[in-house]
């Protein structure tokens, strides 16, 4: 993978069975805001909590950067039939072992857990990515207590890298990755 790739398009929206993936914009912010100041959402990722509205219009920020920069990132989740935000979702460049990957975001308001939509989400996500961007490794970074989410990561297609398990800013990170071959 280069550094700069020309931007991907059409990535703005993804469809599933149950869901509308959407890029992100303004009117998300509440929903940004809601999730990321909710303990029990980022309770394994507190790092990620947010104390005020400006934080998480800087969050919006970064993500949209990504999204000009590369043509693709964090969509914001929806059932097909409601305009509320279930969470967000989706891949972004990250630097791992000196090279770019994707990293593999799936964060769900609490109110929607336990109906596989994060797991049809991050499926979406790893699938556009494995077609869009198919060089590229995808990773999911997932606390070994965080058991819900280790499923996600292995219903979307990821496989458990116990090789680069690291520590990282909210404990020991366990690795999922789409290559099993990757050497890093």
Known sequence: ??????????????????????????????????????PKACAHNPSDLVETRKEAELLLLRWSHQWNRYGFGYWTVRRHDSADPLGFCGVKIVGFRRRPVLNLFYRFFPSSWGAGYASE????????????RPDDLVIARVRPENVASQRVAL??????????????????????????????
């Open 121 to 132: 989400a991050a499926t979406a996500a790893v699938d556009w990515a494995r077609v869009h």
């Open 1 to 38: 993978m280069t550094a700069d790739p020309a931007p991907v398009r059409d990535a703005e929206e993804l469809r599933t069975g149950r869901l509308l993936l959407r890029r992100p914009g303004p009117a998300d912010l509440d929903a940004i805001f809601a999730l990321h100041t909710d």
């Open 155 to 184: 219903r979307a297609g990821l496989i458990r890298a116990e090789q680069f398990d690291s520590s990282g800013d909210d404990g020991t990170d366990w690795f999922y990755v789409s290559d099993p071959g990757y050497e890093g």
